[in-house]
């Protein structure tokens, strides 16, 4: 098997020609993709390392008509200061560590050469058949055979794998990203038997064992992989793990267990101008000005948690909230990210990180706010609006950082030119910031973190579920039982779990009354969920008479009178199984006037006119009877339906 060096004429660029002989290297982007020129021509997946197949279809099918194009697209992005778009072809990108002076052909005929011995090299497997050792890259539609048994080496990149499906993958997929998406090997490497299948419609995007799968709505073929037993891959894991030099993350270190910045508490995703409209140049700008601003923020593991996502054609998650604790790190993370190139789909990319970058399994934290700082060059190719909207459902603050702001002349271009406010998280100045140029941008750097930093002004953070105060006031009186006693603890550790406690979260007190009144926690006490629990099945029963007013009125003063500048929204659950002795509308009125929202929760010969004097209008939503005990179980969701209603209510 032999390999060609591709001309500039089989790639149909002019500046890959001049690389060629010899010059300077840079990445251009395809015809049409730069801004100035609208949107690209559709594009059906990623650039990947071209195969000879792809660089003879190249050769013959490069349509001339894009030159004409380029020279369009160059005029404006001169005048932008940015490197002019040319062909289609130059989507593929260059590497970083070229030598100086190499052709383009360099990027990936060393790969493809040792890909090629390596595929010419069997080995036998313990079960006795033969497997090829594959490269971390080789994708299915390298194989050749119908059924394949191919050996994986060991540490493959992660967040450098293309995936297109889950469990029957597009053949443009790395074959190893594959079987590590879907559970057949793990980053270790190991044995895998691929299977040759038939193209389909909509490969589905699926995040599974640390890879994040792509959306692709169509692909000629298709594989399968599966296990196969095979103990040879110590040995050729070694040989081919150097097959293409890594340009993803430093190999995660033991997490530093630095606090960090305790007063800047967030969980924020870095969702990066990836696209052509930015370019290589920028795009490394751009790098530097989010490394600043992470080192900036005072990353810990009780401070900030950050990560970044990648917008361009398909939004990419290049790590997490749970992969680096320590500043220095995830400033060595960003510098290592690579260009990806593509259309500008920031709201494809701000949708997709609202949804799936936030949750438990990435390290998001209960209780904690949720950022997502959109760095946008130029404007969006795709509707940003909806995102917007489905980021504020998520209690996700959007911030939208915008450089380079579209001309006058370029103004007929921008799909909608109040992309800006329909996107972040209220429309108030708050949320959106602006430079004009990547360069000289440290001077934004300290304004931009302050921002990030202001828990107060984060208002899309403030959901019914992380922005309560909730009291419960318990009745202890004989009439009540010990055994009873323990359903209306269960009662209230139930409403409880729904919210998420913390220190800048939702709080939860207890109070219990008889004749007197004994405070059980305090809003103060206890700052997380597993605390509040153990404390509320800690309560003991206190026996005895039922002045609910009293307690209602101790329970104002001394459980709220504390909180009253604290800027969650209050809530009194009073739960009483009879009569009360003294007046209960009084009190009640008084705490409604104090900003206390009042459920009134009765229980077997509780009489309905106390229940409805307590609770706070509309009296129908705010009180609940159950002739039994038993019956509080039921109500559980209906008391949190109501708080949430109530909290919404408020906020308009």
Known sequence: MSFRAPFAEDLGCARWKKQAGGGGGGTAAPAGSHRAMGPPSPVSAPSFPPTPA??????????????????????????????????????????????????????????LLLGAFLLSSPVRGSDGSASTAITCFTRGLDLRKETADVLCPANCPLWQFYVFGDGVYASLSSVCGAAIHSGVITSAGGAVRVQTLPGQENYPAVNANGIQSQVLARWASSFSVTGTKNTALEAVGRSVSTARPSTGKRPKKLLDKKAGNKDCKADIAFLIDGSYNIGQRRFNLQKNFVGKVAMMLGIGTEGPHVGVVQASEYPKIEFNLKNFTAAKEVLFAIKELGFRGGNSNTGKALKHTAQKFFSSESGARKGIPKIIVVFLDGWPSDDIEEAGIVAREFGVNVFIVSVAKPTTEELGMVQDIGFVDKAVCRNNGFFSYQMPTWFGTTKYVKPLVQKLCSHEQMLCSKTCYNSVNIGFLIDGSSSIG?????????????????????????????????????????????????????????????????????????????????????????????????????????????????????????????????????????KESHTFFTREFTGLEQMVPDIIRGICKDFLESRQ
């Not at 209960?584 to 106390?610: C, E, H, M, N, Y």
């Open 54 to 111: 792809t660089l003879a279809r190249s050769s013959a099918h490069a349509p001339r008509e894009r030159f004409k194009e380029g020279a369009a697209a160059g005029a404006v992005a001169v005048r932008r200061g940015r490197q002019p778009a040319v062909g289609l072809p130059c989507a593929v990108r260059l590497g970083s560590r070229l030598p100086q002076g190499a052709g383009p052909a360099a990027m990936w005929l060393t790969p």
């Open 482 to 618: 010990d055994s009873n006693f323990r359903l209306v603890l269960e009662f209230v550790s139930n409403v409880a779990k729904a919210f998420e406690i913390s220190d800048i979260g939702s709080k939860i007190a207890a109070v219990q009354f008889t004749y007197d009144q004994r405070t059980e926690f305090s809003f103060t006490d206890y700052a997380t969920k597993e605390k509040v629990l153990l404390a509320i099945r800690n309560i003991r029963y206190m026996s005895g008479g039922t002045a609910t007013g009293d307690a209602i009125s101790f329970t104002t003063r001394n459980v709220f009178g504390p909180m009253k500048d604290s800027p969650n929204k209050h809530f009194l659950v009073v739960l009483t199984d009879g009569q009360s002795y003294d007046d209960v509308r009084g009190p009640a009125a008084a705490a409604q006037k104090a900003g206390i929202t009042v459920f009134s929760v009765g229980v077997a010969w509780a009489p309905l006119d106390d229940l409805r004097d307590m609770a706070s209008e509309p």
